[in-house]
């Protein structure tokens, strides 16, 4: 067992009250438990818990080592979630190319709310009513309507226009 789950486990022993307590929220055999404090006790070269037919409890070493193993497990757990957190967050930058009219009336409005809840992108968006050559344009996405012709590029159907859906002004 690694020094951190060593920790934990101590940690978990003293807020149950009990090895198998502890060893039944890892998940582990209770042989492991008393084997991971057996380590911790022989690293620090102090007793951590004093056991007796009553229970058991910390020792005055044990509640210091307590206190800085929950905080270590804790700051492991905020590192796990902030590792997440940058893997998943949009950054960089982006170029994309769209209608004038569509980005007008789809993209636009939205702009600010998207780049709200990904602050580390940066967007650039050209305007253009032609089909540019993406690549050579340095485009890193396009949105575009009408027909897909053959291509080697990766597209995706977003959205489908609904014809006859509203009534024309001629009706």
Same mark, same amino acid.
């Given at each position: 067992?690694?020094? &951190?789950?060593?920790?934990?486990?101590f940690?978990?022993?003293?807020?149950?009250?009990?090895?198998?307590?502890a060893?039944?929220?890892?998940?582990?055999?209770?042989?492991?438990?008393?084997?991971?404090?057996?380590q911790?006790?022989?690293?620090?070269?102090?007793?951590?818990?004093?056991?007796?037919?009553?229970?058991?409890?910390?020792?005055?070493?044990?509640?210091?080592?307590? *206190?800085?193993?929950?905080?270590?497990?804790?700051?492991? *757990?905020?590192?796990?979630?902030?590792?997440?957190?940058?893997?998943?967050?949009?950054?960089?930058?982006?170029?994309?190319?769209?209608?004038?009219?569509?980005?007008? #009336?789809?993209?636009?409005?939205?702009?600010?709310?998207?780049?709200?809840?990904?602050?580390?992108?940066?967007?650039?968006?050209? #305007?253009?009513?032609?089909?540019?050559?993406?690549?050579?344009?340095?485009?890193?996405?396009?949105?575009?309507?009408?027909?897909?012709?053959?291509?080697? &590029?990766?597209?995706r159907?977003?959205?489908?226009? #609904?014809?006859?859906?509203?009534?024309?002004?001629? *009706?």
């Amino acid at each position: 067992m690694n020094r &951190l789950a060593a920790m934990e486990a101590f940690v978990r022993v003293i807020d149950t009250g009990s090895f198998s307590g502890a060893a039944r929220q890892l998940r582990i055999g209770q042989p492991a438990i008393s084997k991971a404090i057996a380590q911790l006790e022989a690293r620090a070269g102090v007793q951590l818990l004093v056991r007796s037919t009553h229970g058991l409890s910390a020792t005055e070493a044990g509640q210091r080592f307590y *206190d800085h193993a929950r905080r270590a497990i804790e700051e492991a *757990d905020e590192a796990d979630a902030a590792a997440r957190g940058a893997g998943a967050a949009l950054s960089g930058k982006v170029r994309i190319s769209a209608a004038v009219t569509f980005a007008r #009336l789809h993209v636009i409005p939205r702009l600010a709310r998207f780049l709200d809840a990904h602050p580390a992108l940066d967007i650039d968006i050209v #305007l253009d009513d032609r089909n540019v050559d993406l690549i050579e344009a340095g485009i890193d996405l396009a949105l575009r309507m009408g027909v897909l012709s053959d291509s080697s &590029l990766t597209a995706r159907r977003i959205a489908e226009r #609904l014809r006859n859906l509203l009534p024309t002004l001629a *009706d």
